[in-house]
């Protein structure tokens, strides 16, 4: 593909406007229905979404002989995404103001970077573990409200959920280093896997039932814009990046876009705590990548 900087920031900044309403999509979406019922909607949409672009690209029986030469694998990650990291995170967002679970989403990166020591052979340098532990005092600022001496959770439930789905989000992630197919097969096949396991749960919680027209709307809506077409955009800005350090980085606009979001569209006050635990966190990630870029130019 041409390398083209101008259209790789164009749809990188697509994609970080669509993640940035996301958090304001799963609230609303969670005053609708359950978050089981906004997972299994949200994924139905993605799921066609992606297979109907597997179709029209002619790589539909090229994804179905993937899944045939590793059935394990794409079992593996397909239960860990969307199934689990969904309903732990939507469950989190029902618990949680909006500004908060959006917060402790972005630690998953730090989450990455301490699992892939037992689980790539990886080494955790001192930048490392200065990264996590700015990120996570950011953590603790943002659930306490700034009054660490209280130590006084909002939902100390949707806190430890909200840190969960970051594990499960670094640990298919790094099940999926392993994986050399196309990024769409991949996820399309995830959708396949994981679709069935959600109806489970749904039956098995007796929530089987249409979605109103705004919750159906706005699960469509998680589904394209978190799950499907996002991804796309953010896929096609990194292969036409020059500069993909450059481009990557628009991704740290995003929380604070989404803060704008959330106040205006959910009336949540956003707090001073949440933006200074949220810049400890976004420092904390950025150490972190300097630190690998460092790593990456002294090997």
């Not at 080494?123 to 700034?146: E, N």
């Amino acid at each position: 593909m041409v390398k083209n900087q101008k259209q790789a920031v164009m749809f990188a900044m697509a994609a970080v406007l669509m993640w940035s309403t996301v958090a304001t999509a799963f609230k609303l979406a969670l005053q609708e229905m359950a978050p089981v019922q906004l997972l299994f909607y949200a994924a139905l949409v993605s799921w066609l979404f992606l297979g109907g672009l597997l179709w029209l690209k002619g790589q539909y029986c090229q994804a179905l002989t993937a899944f045939t030469q590793n059935r394990i694998y794409y079992i593996k990650i397909g239960v860990l995404n969307p199934c689990l990291y969904y309903l732990i995170l939507f469950q989190a967002y029902d618990l949680l103001p909006a500004q908060q679970a959006q917060a402790l989403n972005y630690t998953w990166a730090i989450m990455l970077s301490v699992l892939a020591v037992p689980m790539l052979g990886q080494r955790l340098y001192s930048k490392d573990m200065i990264a996590s532990g700015m990120a996570y005092f950011g953590v603790l600022v943002i659930c306490t409200r700034g009054e660490l001496g209280e130590l006084n959770f909002d939902s100390p439930t949707g806190v430890l959920l909200a840190l969960l789905s970051t594990v499960v989000w670094a640990l298919y992630w790094i099940l999926n280093t392993r994986n050399t197919d196309p990024p769409v097969t991949a996820l399309f096949l995830c959708f396949s896997i994981s679709l069935p396991l959600i109806s489970v749960v749904l039956f098995w919680q007796g929530l089987w039932a249409l979605p109103s027209i705004k919750g159906g709307l706005l699960s469509a809506y998680v589904g394209l814009f978190e799950m499907g077409i996002t991804f796309i955009f953010w896929l096609m800005a990194m292969k036409r990046a020059e500069n993909v350090a450059a481009v990557s980085n628009l991704i740290f606009i995003s929380p604070f876009l989404s803060l704008v979001i959330i106040q205006y569209f959910l009336g949540e006050k956003v707090e001073i705590a949440t933006v200074a635990g949220l810049l400890m966190i976004i420092v904390g990630l950025l150490i972190q990548k300097v630190g690998r870029s460092d790593r990456s130019v002294q090997s």
